[in-house]
């Protein structure tokens, strides 16, 4: 009678649960497992071996990924009549039966993604040929090949979005998507193409999407797809890229060609629209300084483009790559990890809505900022790892970078920079100018000018707000450096003797400082009694690599987040030595490769307690020249330390006592043994006196 009660309680209970989904004021529930909210049933990972049957019948989106379902039976989704999307990623899928979607009039987005379809193609096949609305279909990870993709998207003619990535097709003749009219976006990366018939993608009128990443490409000439606005070819094998002569527009927004073997500049539309260039990590260089030492006609490069028994010549002038190249729409330009030696004169010329160039890697020795070329539109500018050693800046120029937000020049032989370069850059935010051997305005005054370069000017600069001065070779830093900033961020990491134990250069952006590298600079203790009053904004302060042998005691307020304190040669841990202050502010230290004395750590667990020593693991400390982990330390080891301390000055008292005891008796004997005669002496004298 009870248990009829409880079968009764958990049938009503259900009941009023799908009530509620329906008349719509709950939005949440589960079911066996499967959750249920806003017309999605969720039954990720529950183990399931067929599709549950006893859900609500309305529900649009079902999501089955990782479940071992095998086989996808018939009439399996008879019960939901009205699905749109269904998701079986990962249901270990090696057969679809060919009435499995008979029901699924709606079924508008299909993901099966990481199967294995291909053990029953056929069959899936046919089930998938019922789906006459399918307008997205995730076959990815599916081990196909080119003829069984081609039967599988047989017929599937309103499809808008296919992925094929991750299976295993070699080639892509012309019938393998025919028939696709309305397809938008085609994803093909990770397969093992090495060769593209001509007219593959011909019927693909509408497509807009193509990405090609991870094939085996070796070249794609006579690119004709008008149509397409994102083409993505990157990590192939290609030598050239062109694109087919003749006049007509393409729609080519976005090309990513990087991660190729491309030699020339890719061979562009003649009129295109491209907004985005990717070219990074090829074999690319400008070739016309060649061309003075070899004749005209080697220059030229031909293609012998071969369809059916029909062969057309394409020829191609090498030193005149760009000259057939529209890039008057180009807004972000990567021609990172190259062979750039150069860039032609009127190269830039030709962006003139340029807004990112990134040169970073290339084999640049000068640059010239010419008149009429359009930087203005520039707003970052990475020249970072090249082998600069001038920029030229034509006369009259000096706000030509007017727009620029970001200048990299990392890692160049730059000695200097034309005057007034950066105070012209009215918008600079970040300059990084590590890594080249310069000297900073004002010089100090007792050095000789004469022969040396001139000096890197960053006074007046009042957007400036992050400066890399790392490794730059820089002399003692004078007290106007910084003046006219309001910097944040300021790295001079590497410059031995850049402060000379003076905080006093960095007054001038004391209030706006926030981040403060000082690796490797040669700080001594000394250094730590600066005055750090003004600094109210510093919150991470790196002092790491300097030879500062106790904990900093900062004077001024300061609210310090993170110091790093590495590789210095601190013996002790601060105990009392920092302010109150700055033991609440700060939130992470790192404290490790120090040569500590594990009886001058004690009171570490309350620093670790009251913030992340970050590098705790790695922190040592020495007893009796063995090298202990911090953490590994025996808690006993500082009362020891303090016994030890105690010890000695008992054994001093246990050494001396004895020497002055026998001195005292030996003192006392003597005096016992000497006091009778004296006695009499004076006894004696007194007796003589009296006589008198
Ligand atoms: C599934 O249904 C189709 C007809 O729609 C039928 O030909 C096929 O044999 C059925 N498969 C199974 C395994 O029942
Ligand atoms: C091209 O595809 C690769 C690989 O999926 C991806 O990393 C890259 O971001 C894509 N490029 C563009 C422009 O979307
Ligand atoms: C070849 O180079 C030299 C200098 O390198 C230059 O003077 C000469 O004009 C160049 N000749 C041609 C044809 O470009
Ligand atoms: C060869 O050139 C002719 C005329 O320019 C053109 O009509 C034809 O489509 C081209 N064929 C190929 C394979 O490029
Ligand atoms: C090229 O092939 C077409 C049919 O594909 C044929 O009509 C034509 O005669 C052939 N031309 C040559 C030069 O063989
Ligand atoms: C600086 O950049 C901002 C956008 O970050 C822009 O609105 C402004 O016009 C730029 N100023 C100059 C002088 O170009
Ligand atoms: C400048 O380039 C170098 C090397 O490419 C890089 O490590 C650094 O992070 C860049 N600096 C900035 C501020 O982006
Ligand atoms: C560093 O400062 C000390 C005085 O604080 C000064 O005597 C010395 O000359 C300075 N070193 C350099 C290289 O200027
Ligand atoms: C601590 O031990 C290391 C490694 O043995 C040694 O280099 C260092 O000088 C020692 N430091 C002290 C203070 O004993």
Known sequence: ME???????????????????????????SQGGCKLVNGVADCQGQNLASVPTNLPPYFQKLILDANPLRTLWNHSLQHYPLLGILSLHNCQLELIASGAFQEQAHLLSLALPDNSLSENYKETAAALHRLQGLQR????????????????????????????????????????????????ELDLQRNYIFEIEGGAFDGLTELRHLNLAYNNLPCIVDFGLRHLQLLNVSYNTLEWFLASG?????????????????????????????????????????????????SPQEMVAQFLLVDGNVTNITTVNLWEELASSDLSDLHFLDMSQNQFQYLPEDFLKKMPYLSHLNLNQNCLVTLQIQEHQPLETLIELDLSQNQLSELHLAPGLPSCL???QSFNLSSNQLLSVPTGLFAGASNITTIDMSHNQISLCPRSSG????????????????????????GCGLQELQDCTFQGTSITHLDLSGNWGVLNGSITPLQKIASTLQVLSLRNVGLRSSFMESDFSGFENLRNLDLSGNSLTSFPRFKGKLVLQTLDLRRNSLTALPQGAMSEQLMRSLRTVYLSQNPYDCCGVEGWETLQHLHTIADLAMVTCNLSSKVIHLAHLPSSVPQDCKWERVDIGLLYLVLILPSCLTLLVACTLIFLTFRKPLLQVIKNRCHWSSIY
Not at 5 to 15: D, R
Not at 269 to 282: A, E, G, S, V
């Open 447 to 470: 050095l000789d000018q004469g022969g040396l370069p001139s000096c890197v000017d960053f006074r007046n600069v009042p957007s400036l707000k992050r400066l890399s001065l790392e």
């Open 3 to 29: 248990l009829l009660s409880l079968w009764l309680c958990l049938g009503f209970h259900f009941l009023t649960v799908e009530w509620r989904i329906t008349s719509g004021i709950v939005t949440a529930a």
């Open 137 to 184: 279909l995730d076959l990815s990870g599916n081990s196909l090949t080119e003829d069984m993709a081609a039967l599988m998207l047989q017929k599937l003619s309103s499809l808008e979005s296919v992925s094929l990535a991750k299976n295993v097709i070699m080639r892509l003749d012309d019938s393998i998507f025919e028939g696709l009219g309305h397809l938008r």
């Open 246 to 294: 003749g006049d007509s527009v393409f729609e080519l927004e976005t090309l990513d060609l990087s991660h190729n073997q491309l030699l020339f500049f890719p061979l562009l539309p003649q009129f295109n629209k491209l907004r985005t260039l990717l070219l990074r990590d090829n074999n690319m260089g400008f070739y016309r300084d060649l061309y003075n030492t070899s």
């Open 402 to 404: 007017r727009n620029l």
